[in-house]
């Protein structure tokens, strides 16, 4: 018998609460994703470069031999670090030794290294831990030998599992980062990670505070030394909370010449070095008080100083951006510029830019040693097991939520809701108005704080299916900063991917379980983008190309017995693991009509793919169940009835009735519809929550793997999208056939 699946009681569903009522579904889905996924994008803490940074794989660096070359034998360095839990998360953490390691997670001792560990330079050990909600504390315990000192800690997959570490103590509160110890020569118990850093003995690094030296010296001169004819920026936010009048009086002095500007507009210049006082009208609130000061030729200093007042009462000047970490500092900074280098005005009260200095690229800092402000990604965090949680996932770039994108994109163009619309390309403009300064971010520090995946592009998981809604998004809001980053992931994927000797697109991932292989998903994540690069930019090259995977693809993966596809191609034993996963075959089928509904009629590849078209479509009829879904392995009815393969194979078939490519339409009709019912019926409940989506996959050779260890996960990002994109095909295949009088065959609606 086929197994029948039951994600809920029939009066939870969709049909039962709406019907038919197509809008009114999509609506619901479409709303509840927003409602909540509210639009919170990234958090900016102080971070102090001469901590410790991370290296290519997101591992934190805490090489000690080279920060203490002469620690004596056998002292011991401790790091410390706090992690923020906004739900329970399970990670695996990844520790590489220098030398012996103990590591502590929330006080219970997870791992003790081995010798082994320890004097193989490439041995890696990983280990699982349960991140709990609230603050989670990481000690490391670190012993000096000649083999070395110190270790690479952080988690599996640092590009898509991020691991933010928090400052601990009291005093360093909201900071990012590690703090770790002086070598000593004795062992000492772990600290109160959330109490004061001054209770404890030991010489805590990196330095908060300047020296006593830098303390007599005014700000930019001890940010940036003594630079005469260069000149930086300085912004705050002038708070004026007197109601009474607008008239605020600004005074000071200043080393040298010096530019004033409230809200972008000029409001001072001092020619000379002296002080200075001007009268301006500013209004009630808070404005942007934006300071250029050059550094004199002649004066032995680089400074100035400023106050404002309302009828001599002084008013408060505070940071421009929410800051953690920065308790006290009223002032960014950004320089040092050459002469005739002058940035944009209008660029110099934001965040989302990296500066030109005549020398390189800048950002804004903080007056405290080596202190810069950064922006991370601190939303809906993945967990090994794929769980979603109520956290946010607004300002991620991956591929699920580009699934989600395209999703949200046309349903709002559908039910003529630009609200949808736009939240919808805002999510993709959060990511690439900050695309320039994560790779900025990437060189300072090692590895991105923000778009991560974007940034570390390795594989097509990282940039084709986002990319795709991306472009997609172009015709909404005409975002300038998405063609560069279109540029980035077109020459990656035409010049850069590996490639089989035929051109086919595969995966090498040397050293890692995918190692020499082919997916089914990779023809959604490179095809769809290329068919709107194509498009936006006229580079036909891109499309052909996307003709050409599918012709190749078919060669390796097509099982004609079933006229379906297997999920993977294993080069290492030279055969294909024979499972048709079932979202593996959605990807295809996808996939191959964004292709077809953008290839030329006389494009030489067309007749073979929508003779393609029609062999698939023909293989997946055949084997859609009694409820109108499809199981999680297609030809195994044992196998789980599985949500995002019902509604790829649904957009489908819709998609194929609209654009005439069916030889046979009423069957495809027939079978959209029962597809669609099924979802509404069995997989959408009434609140708008999506059942019955696996969770994200690697491969086997087994349908076990498939059916047993791949569960279905509520609200998946990997198929709340295609539950809207499915929804608005039947919707405009309906309409289609009622435009052309064809009468669509009967449902049953038993």
């Known amino acids: 018998m086929p197994s029948m699946t039951t994600y809920f009681s029939e009066p939870q569903s969709m049909y039962y609460r709406f019907g038919e009522d197509q809008d009114q579904v999509l609506k619901v889905l479409a709303e509840r994703y927003i409602g909540a996924n509210a639009q919170a994008d990234f958090v900016y803490r102080v971070f102090q470069k001469s901590g410790i940074l991370q290296n290519e794989k997101g591992l934190y660096d805490l090489n000690l031999g080279k920060r203490f070359p002469d620690a004596p034998k056998d002292h011991i360095s401790y790091a410390a670090a706090l992690v923020w839990g906004d739900e329970d998360r399970n990670l695996d953490v990844l520790v590489r030794c220098y030398g012996p390691v103990r590591f502590y997670f929330n006080e219970q001792m997870v791992y003790r290294s081995t010798v082994m560990d320890e004097i193989s330079p490439d041995a890696t050990v990983k280990l699982s831990i349960d991140i709990k909600p609230g603050w989670n504390t990481i000690w490391l315990e670190m012993k000096n030998t000649p083999a070395g000192f110190g270790c690479q800690f952080g988690s599996d997959e640092g590009k898509v599992r991020i691991l933010n570490v928090f400052a601990p103590f009291q005093e360093r509160q909201g900071q990012a980062g590690w703090v770790f110890s002086q070598p000593n020569p004795a062992a000492s118990k772990q600290p109160d990670l959330l109490g004061k850093e001054s209770d404890y003995s030991l010489n805590w690094l990196p330095e908060t505070g300047w020296s006593d030296e830098d303390k007599t010296k005014p700000a930019f001169e001890r940010i940036y030394g003594h630079l005469p004819g260069k000149h930086a920026y300085a912004w705050t936010h002038l708070n004026n909370n007197d109601s009474t009048g607008i008239q605020v009086r600004l005074s000071g002095q200043s080393s040298g010449s010096l530019s004033i500007w409230i809200s972008g507009k000029p409001v001072a210049q001092v020619k000379e070095a002296g002080s200075f006082e001007v009268d301006i009208p500013v209004p009630f609130g808070r404005s942007d008080l934006l300071v250029r000061s050059e550094c004199n030729t002649t004066a032995g200093s680089w400074h100035f100083n400023l106050n404002a007042t309302v009828s001599g009462k002084p008013l408060s000047l505070e940071l421009p951006q929410r800051v953690h970490g920065a308790n006290g500092e009223s002032w960014l900074y950004v320089g040092p510029f050459e002469s005739k280098v002058e940035p944009d005005l209008a660029d110099l009260t934001r965040t989302d830019r990296v500066y030109q200095t005549g020398q390189g690229q800048t950002y804004w800092r903080l007056d405290r040693p080596d202190a810069w402000i950064r922006p991370y990604y601190e939303n809906a965090m993945l967990s090994n097991k794929w769980t979603v949680g109520s956290v946010t996932n607004y300002g991620r770039w991956d591929y699920p939520l580009g699934v989600t994108v395209y999703g949200l994109l046309r349903t709002g163009r559908y039910l003529q809701r630009p609200d949808i619309t736009r939240y919808a390309a805002e999510h993709v403009q959060a990511c690439t108005q900050m695309y320039e300064y994560s790779l900025w971010d990437r060189e300072q520090y090692g590895f991105p704080a923000v778009n991560q995946q974007l940034v570390m592009l390795k594989m097509l998981d990282n940039c084709g299916s986002f990319g795709s809604a991306m472009l997609e998004a172009y015709s909404e809001c005409h975002e300038p900063t998405f063609l560069p980053i279109a540029e980035r992931i077109a020459d990656f994927m035409l010049s850069r991917l590996e490639r089989q000797e035929d051109g086919a697109f595969y995966r090498t991932c040397v050293g890692e379980y995918a190692e020499n292989t082919m997916w089914a998903d990779d023809l959604y994540m490179s095809t769809p983008f290329l068919v709107r690069y194509a498009r936006v930019t006229g580079n036909s090259t891109a499309l052909d190309e996307a003709a050409k995977q599918f012709s190749l693809y078919r060669k390796y993966l097509f099982m004609p017995e079933f006229k379906i596809m297997s999920h993977v191609y294993d080069f290492k034993y030279g055969q294909a693991t024979q499972i048709p996963w079932g979202r593996g075959?959605?990807?295809?089928?996808?996939?191959?009509?964004?292709?077809?509904?953008?290839?030329?009629?006389?494009?030489?590849?067309?007749?073979?793919?929508?003779?393609?078209?029609?062999?698939?479509?023909?293989?997946?009829?055949?084997?859609?169940?009694?409820?109108?879904?499809?199981?999680?392995?297609?030809?195994?009815?044992?196998?789980?009835?599985?949500?995002?393969?019902?509604?790829?194979?649904?957009?489908?078939?819709?998609?194929?009735?609209?654009?005439?490519?069916?030889?046979?339409?009423?069957?495809?009709v027939t079978a959209a519809e029962r597809a669609w019912k099924g979802l509404i019926c069995k997989a959408i409940d009434r609140q708008g929550n999506v059942h019955g989506v696996c969770s994200g996959s690697r491969y086997a050779f087994t349908a076990e793997y498939y059916d047993q260890d791949l569960r279905t996960v509520t609200n998946d990002n990997h198929g709340i999208g295609i539950m809207m994109l499915a929804g608005t095909e039947v919707a405009k295949m309906k309409e289609h056939l009622a435009e052309h009088r064809v009468s669509s065959p009967a449902v049953s609606h038993s």
Request: glycine fraction near 8%; hydrophobic fraction near 40%; include cysteine.
């Open 585 to 668: 075959n959605g990807w295809t089928l996808f996939s191959l009509t964004e292709v077809l509904e953008a290839l030329p009629v006389e494009h030489p590849e067309r007749p073979a793919l929508i003779d393609f078209f029609n062999e698939l479509c023909e293989g997946y009829a055949a084997l859609q169940g009694e409820s109108g879904l499809w199981h999680q392995v297609l030809n195994n009815p044992q196998t789980y009835e599985e949500a995002s393969c019902t509604a790829m194979f649904a957009y489908g078939f819709a998609r194929g009735v609209r654009f005439g490519w069916f030889k046979d339409p009423e069957v495809y």
